[in-house]
């Protein structure tokens, strides 16, 4: 139960962090992965996008939403 709660809350810092790098791109870098800002919260909630395979920081998931 501990190691549950544990990987929920990496998953959500990890979400989180996602989040924000994606906001703080302008929108011609969002253009150039084939996503807009007002896409961000949609594509971050679908849960085969958050797989924890993608490296930390890295949007590989998403250019092939």
Same mark, same amino acid.
């Given at each position: ?6 990987? =929920?809350?990496?998953?959500? =810092?990890?979400?989180? =962090? ?18 807009? =800002? ?28």
């Amino acid at each position: 139960m501990f190691r549950r709660m544990l990987n =929920r809350l990496a998953e959500y =810092r990890r979400q989180q =962090r996602a989040l924000e790098e994606l906001y703080s791109l302008d929108d011609r870098s969002l253009a150039d992965i084939g996503i807009t =800002r007002s896409e961000i919260p949609y594509l971050m909630s679908r849960h085969d996008l958050a797989a924890p395979a993608a490296p930390k920081g890295s949007f590989k998931a998403l250019r092939h939403a």
